[in-house]
């Protein structure tokens, strides 16, 4: 057993990345060698032109996807061990375990990035139900396991429904980043397809100056109407709704 898998497994208390490092080292391209720091600090360059209004959204969806198909994972297995790493309180009915992630420096002090980091751990029924959102941006890429990933693209809001298209349905696996803001991928839905799986996710709220940091909207486009030109209307939902209505299986 390498020292890493030794010193990850030890943090098994904390956070069960116990996986990450003996099967991200297969897991991927050996073109995917961008290291976790590069990483990091590209992701704080996006954030800050998406954040100053200086890049389209359409842009940083499309930079950030692109750059998670080249980080090193084993890298930012390395980087999550030794970053500080606190929960963010119990779960909501069958959501992950969602825990901040604080990155630190050479020095040991915390990195200063323009964007959250947090880890989503999902057991094998936890859910992300589907959700639209308001005035932030975000990208989960899975580190470990597989779940399935379904995006819409958010067409237009109508009293109480929400006009959704299909844009991705897909088994993702460590290394898949699914990226969503205003205009892309604007509701996401993730589902464990794996006993165990995670995703870290990175996170620019406050976008929209004079607003809420950010809103979350459940919707159920399971029980909406298929439209002719292949948009779903489907209903606006409480959190409560969306927790009955939803499971890992749906
Ligand atoms: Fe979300």
């Not at 061990?81 to 069958?94: C, L, N, V, Y």
């Not at 464990?192 to 809103?215: E, F, H, N, Q, W």
């Not at 159920?220 to 209903?235: E, S």
Request: glycine share 6%.
């Amino acid at each position: 057993m390498s020292l890493d898998r030794r010193s990850l497994l030890q943090n098994c208390a904390a956070f069960s990345v116990y996986a990450l490092v003996a099967e991200l080292a297969f897991a991927r391209p050996r073109t995917s060698n961008l290291q976790a720091r590069r990483w990091l600090a590209a992701q704080n360059d996006l954030a800050d032109l998406l954040s100053a209004g200086k890049m389209r959204p359409s842009d940083w969806h499309r930079e950030v996807n692109e750059l998670s198909e080249q980080v090193d994972l084993e890298s930012l297995a390395f980087e999550l061990r030794r970053a500080r790493i606190r929960d963010a309180g119990a779960p909501f009915g069958h959501d992950p375990q969602k825990r901040y992630v604080t990155v630190l420096g050479e020095d040991g002090l915390p990195l200063k990035l323009g964007y959250g980091l947090a880890l989503f751990d999902f057991g094998p029924n936890s859910v992300i139900t589907p959700h639209a959102h308001r005035y932030m941006a975000s990208a989960h890429m899975v580190i470990d396991g597989r779940v399935r990933v379904r995006t819409f693209d958010r067409v237009r809001d109508d009293e109480g429904f929400l006009v959704i298209r299909p844009t991705q349905d897909v088994v993702a696996e460590p290394g898949h980043s699914a990226a969503m803001t205003s205009t892309t991928d604007n509701v996401h839905w993730f589902a464990p397809r794996s006993k165990r799986a995670m995703t870290i996710d990175v996170i620019i709220d406050g976008l929209d100056k004079g607003k809420s940091r950010y809103l979350i909207e459940p919707v159920d486009p399971l029980r909406g109407r298929r439209l002719a030109d292949g948009t779903i209307r489907a209903p606006l939902v409480s959190f409560e709704q969306s927790m009955e209505l939803y499971s890992a299986e749906s």
